[in-house]
């Protein structure tokens, strides 16, 4: 919420800078199941936000005495990568970067039967690699779709959005100089089976209505975010029944058949 | 499994609970089935399922599994059965008499078992036994992972797909619970029963798996096992 330094941030048309209107999201590109190594991951790209996220486990908490005998721990970790911003950012952990990382455990934790689990722990490791406002929710949406791929059980699917209010007008999915030069910034996460609100924070002044208002905003816009989040997921496990719906591939031959073949080649 | 089975999503309604009864992976909230998991949709007899795609092992009493010593304790060794959390096993559970302190010349770390959960708490305690008839030490062999939700699929109905395999493939083969599989005998053979169990555990959740999996040993072994005594013979 800086100083804004004279940019136009709504045109006399209500077009925003990077020409949406008001009530309008960032294009959003999602790919479910992106590394080999974790046991779920996602990429999100959403308008020039570029999140990485990777689920490991569940598995046992050590050291033990962060247990939880009941259910497991979701264990949140969000990082911006030192080349993710215009300035270098300081890589390691700040103030920022735990805070998001708390609120994010705790909306999963929501939502993730962590009952069935008792003693383990869940890891969620976000890594921002080019930041553009709105990433900690570009972080949580990615990180819903690699908890799904992992095949972790949820009560349903988290998507989120935010909405702000720049030069008066309230705005959905501020991009980098609206959330800079903007007056408010309202992000909100739902669990779209149940419409139960998982995170809510709040940056700037609202009134009372106004912030019903942008709340109304967000919770629509988290459709759009979940009908991309839905097509990642599809794609990615109808991809996989595809690829295998091809034709049997013929029986490779080994090294040793090979050899076989050559000596009684020789031989005859 | 002759037609396509529909795909949810973790939170997706599946129907309503006053005609489906919801069991693995979904469960009934309020008037609705809702799934709890991402996977196929199976509804069977006005039962419901979600067969997972992907997840993690999870024990049960009873489970024959093949698990890698981890650590070996002076009184007990741990093991890592792929599950959550790692089992330990006690050395009364051991099929030798087993001095305090002397575990390490028994099992080693790195050291393959044949085991079988012995119990598992509401906790989630698990503990092994190597106490029952064929469970051992593995010795010599491959060991080869598939993801544990494809178990079912490679053993097929009473273990109709792994005979399937033993048909065409001379050698010895445990499948675990876990999704680890125990492989020995001559490299040829070995190579083929990896390939074959490959194809099933890609191939897990598509119709006509049988046929597919004989087709490949048919065109890798044309006549299976019983061909190589003939030609033998003669």
């Known amino acids: 919420m800086g100083v804004n330094p004279g940019i136009e941030l709504i045109d006399k048309n209500g077009k925003r800078t990077d020409g949406r209107k008001v009530d309008e999201v960032r294009p959003i590109h999602i790919e479910a199941g992106v590394l080999h190594r974790a046991d779920g991951s996602a990429y999100l790209e959403w308008g020039n936000n570029k999140v990485m996220a990777a689920v490991y486990g569940p598995r046992e908490f050590n050291p033990r005495r962060f247990q939880k005998a009941d259910k497991c721990v979701v264990r949140c970790k969000y990082n911006m990568a030192a080349f993710s911003t215009s300035d270098r950012k300081r890589p390691g952990p700040d103030r920022r970067s735990q805070e998001i990382s708390k609120v994010i455990a705790d909306a999963f934790e929501n939502v993730v039967l962590t009952e069935k689990w008792p003693r383990g722990v869940i890891d969620i490791n976000m890594e921002i690699l080019q930041a553009d406002a709105g990433t900690r929710i570009a972080a949580l949406t990615a990180a819903a779709v690699a908890l799904a791929d992992a095949g972790i059980p949820m009560k349903g699917m988290v998507a989120g959005c935010a909405t702000g209010k720049v030069d008066g007008k309230l705005c959905v999915d501020l991009n980098g100089p609206e959330d800079n030069y903007g007056e408010s910034d309202l992000p909100v996460a739902v669990n779209m089976t149940t419409g139960e609100i998982v995170l809510l924070q709040m940056d700037g002044h609202l009134t009372g209505r106004e912030f019903e208002k942008a709340l109304d905003m967000t919770v629509k816009a988290c459709d759009q975010v979940y009908q991309a989040q839905r097509d990642a997921l599809e794609r990615r496990f109808t991809a996989k029944l595809d690829e295998l719906e091809k034709d049997t591939p013929a029986p490779r031959r080994g090294k040793q058949q090979e050899a076989k073949e050559v000596v009684e080649a020789e031989v005859a | ?234």
């Open chain 2, 1 to 234: 499994m002759s037609q396509k089975r529909e795909l949810v999503i973790a939170g997706d309604a599946i129907g309503p609970a006053s005609e489906w009864k919801a069991t693995t992976g979904c469960k009934q909230v309020g008037d609705v089935v809702v799934a709890l998991q991402s996977g196929l949709l199976a509804k069977y007899n006005g039962k419901v399922s979600v067969i997972p795609l992907n997840g993690s092992y999870e024990p049960r009493a009873g489970d024959t599994v093949v698990g890698i010593v981890s650590e070996a304790n002076p009184g007990n060794w741990i093991i890592d059965i792929r599950a959550p959390w790692d089992a330990p096993m006690h050395v009364s559970e051991a099929p030798w008499r087993v001095d305090f302190g002397e575990t390490m010349a028994y099992l080693r770390p790195g050291d393959a078992i044949l085991c079988k959960i012995l119990f598992v708490d509401g906790q989630k305690k698990v503990q092994v036994t190597l106490k029952d008839r064929n469970l051992t030490k593995l010795e010599g062999g491959e060991l080869m992972e598939v993801p544990p939700v494809k178990v079912a699929r490679i053993i097929g109905k009473n273990g109709s797909m792994l005979n399937l395999i033993k048909e065409y493939v001379e050698c010895w083969l445990f499948v675990g619970q876990n999704g680890r599989i125990w492989i020995n005998g001559e490299p040829d053979e070995v190579l083929l029963a990896k390939r074959a169990i490959r194809l099933i555990a890609d191939e897990a959740h598509l119709p006509g798996l049988t046929d597919r999996v004989r087709a490949f040993l048919e065109a890798s072994k044309p006549g299976g096992v019983d061909a190589d005594l003939f030609t033998e013979e003669e």
